[in-house]
């Protein structure tokens, strides 16, 4: 493209071809040099054309910033668009202070009073970064708008995921309060059931003693003994402790201290009962026998414990709760109750000797019936004689 071609606003038409502007002249070469159009060199002819402006003479302020941040998105390295060029970008930044300069050399003051004026109106242009990426959001350096972006993106998935755990709150209260209607449902039921027969049973109770059938009842006219094992209870409390077991309620602690005491019960019978077979200086084979029956009781113990350490979590008093069980302890009590159990074997051993000897005694005692049959045939053979 040859640097002699001149642009005349009202006499020339041009055209783009690719990156390239081309004038194409109507006038003769005479008239184009009594033109009084200023002069202009290729580099500023370059950078109108960097800016894709369509006329160097035409171009207001405005159009020139719009080119320029329109350029500006394209070839920016910080962009993140597939056409960022530093090159091209240095080259639009050039163009574009080159091309402000010229203009603010041509400019007439009443084109400058009214560029002012549009921009008061239009507002001053905002950077160029503004619209290059994190969806115009932040401010500052690249850098500072990123991690503001990264913030944002932060508590809107946190927003997402409030209302999504919100929303599956909502759906299941709603599908419990189906079930406990249903529940209220089914119960109001079993309460008309219960009701009609507690009627039927009390008319029943009625007719049976207007016909005169507890009549001849061995308790008759006499006090109910209902708490003959306890005469201090309370008969409230009775009455709703019997209610709550007879409906089969217990509280979890009492039905595991339940079975805390029956598992130490069979595990101290089986310690009690192993050391009672073995003698108490026991033999190398028995010994071997007793650290087995140890070895088991201890898996035991272990077990025991964990349901010790369940129960204390539960119990509802701090002095109700209990100690862990030791092997060593178990075993010194099987022991001591072995001993104690041949004290006791070898004192009842001792009261049966003893008993039986005074069973033999009294035995001796007793005096010997005399043989009247043999004396009586003995006198009558005296008297033929």
């Not at 026991?282 to 087995?292: A, F, L, R």
């Given at each position: 493209?040859?640097?002699?071609?001149?642009l005349?606003?009202?006499?020339?038409?041009?055209?783009?071809?690719?990156?390239?502007?081309?004038v194409?002249?109507?006038?003769?070469?005479?008239?184009?040099?009594l033109s009084?159009?200023?002069?202009?060199?290729?580099?500023?002819?370059?950078?109108?054309?960097?800016?894709?402006?369509?006329?160097?003479?035409?171009?207001?302020?405005?159009?020139?910033?719009?080119a320029?941040?329109?350029?500006?998105?394209?070839y920016?390295?910080?962009?993140g668009?597939?056409?960022?060029?530093?090159?091209?970008?240095?080259?639009?930044?050039?163009?574009?202070?080159a091309?402000?300069?010229?203009?603010?050399?041509?400019?007439?003051?009443?084109?400058?009073?009214?560029?002012?004026?549009?921009?008061?109106?239009?507002?001053a242009?905002?950077?160029?970064?503004h619209?290059?990426?994190?969806?115009?959001?932040?401010?500052?350096?690249?850098?500072?708008?990123k991690?503001?972006?990264?913030?944002?993106?932060?508590?809107?998935?946190?927003?997402?995921?409030?209302?999504?755990?919100q929303r599956?709150?909502?759906?299941?209260?709603?599908?419990?309060?189906?079930?406990?209607?249903?529940?209220?449902?089914?119960?109001?039921?079993?309460?008309?059931?219960?009701?009609?027969?507690?009627?039927?049973?009390?008319?029943?109770?009625?007719?049976?003693?207007?016909?005169?059938?507890?009549?001849?009842?061995?308790g008759?006219?006499?006090?109910?003994?209902?708490?003959?094992?306890?005469?201090?209870?309370?008969?409230?409390?009775?009455?709703?402790?019997?209610?709550?077991i007879?409906?089969?309620?217990?509280?979890?602690?009492?039905?595991?201290?339940?079975?805390?005491r029956e598992?130490?019960?069979?595990?101290?019978?089986?310690?009690l009962?192993?050391?009672?077979?073995?003698?108490?200086p026991?033999?190398?084979?028995?010994?071997?026998?007793?650290?087995?029956l140890?070895?088991?009781v201890?898996?035991?113990?272990?077990?025991?414990?964990?349901?010790?350490d369940?129960?204390n979590?539960?119990?509802?008093?701090?002095?109700?709760?209990?100690v862990?069980?030791?092997?060593?302890?178990?075993?010194?009590r099987?022991?001591?109750?072995?001993?104690?159990?041949?004290?006791d074997?070898?004192?009842?051993?001792?009261?049966?000797?003893?008993?039986?000897?005074?069973e033999?005694k009294?035995?001796?005692?007793?005096?010997?019936?005399?043989?009247?049959?043999?004396?009586?045939?003995?006198?009558?053979q005296?008297?033929?004689?």
């Open positions: 493209m040859s640097c002699t071609f001149h005349l606003a009202s006499h020339s038409d041009f055209f783009y071809h690719g990156r390239f502007l081309l194409l002249s109507r006038q003769p070469l005479w008239l184009r040099a009084s159009s200023p002069q202009i060199s290729c580099s500023l002819r370059e950078s109108y054309r960097l800016l894709q402006l369509p006329d160097e003479g035409h171009s207001s302020a405005m159009q020139v910033k719009e320029y941040l329109r350029l500006a998105k394209l920016h390295p910080d962009s668009a597939p056409t960022a060029n530093a090159v091209l970008f240095a080259q639009v930044e050039e163009a574009y202070r091309v402000l300069a010229h203009q603010s050399k041509t400019r007439r003051p009443d084109e400058g009073k009214e560029v002012e004026d549009e921009d008061k109106i239009r507002g242009a905002l950077q160029h970064r619209y290059l990426s994190y969806e115009g959001m932040g401010s500052g350096t690249p850098s500072q708008r991690r503001q972006y990264q913030q944002i993106r932060v508590d809107r998935a946190s927003e997402q995921v409030l209302n999504y755990w599956e709150h909502e759906r299941a209260a709603a599908a419990e309060g189906a079930l406990v209607e249903r529940d209220v449902r089914q119960r109001s039921q079993k309460i008309k059931i219960t009701q009609a027969v507690e009627r039927l049973v009390e008319d029943l109770i009625q007719e049976s003693m207007a016909r005169g059938d507890f009549r001849n009842l061995s008759a006219g006499k006090p109910l003994n209902k708490f003959e094992h306890n005469p201090y209870a309370d008969p409230m409390t009775h009455n709703l402790n019997r209610i709550l007879d409906n089969g309620y217990q509280p979890p602690w009492v039905i595991t201290q339940r079975d805390i598992t130490t019960a069979q595990i101290r019978s089986r310690l009962e192993g050391r009672t077979r073995f003698g108490d026991m033999t190398p084979k028995e010994q071997s026998q007793w650290e087995q140890c070895a088991s201890e898996e035991d113990l272990v077990k025991l414990n964990k349901m010790v369940n129960y979590l539960i119990v509802p008093m701090l002095n109700m709760q209990m862990h069980f030791s092997l060593s302890r178990e075993t010194d099987a022991a001591k109750g072995a001993r104690q159990h041949r004290l074997q070898q004192a009842e051993r001792e009261k049966d000797r003893q008993r039986r000897k005074e033999k009294r035995a001796n005692a007793v005096p010997k019936p005399k043989n009247t049959k043999r004396g009586m045939m003995s006198w009558i005296n008297w033929l004689r």
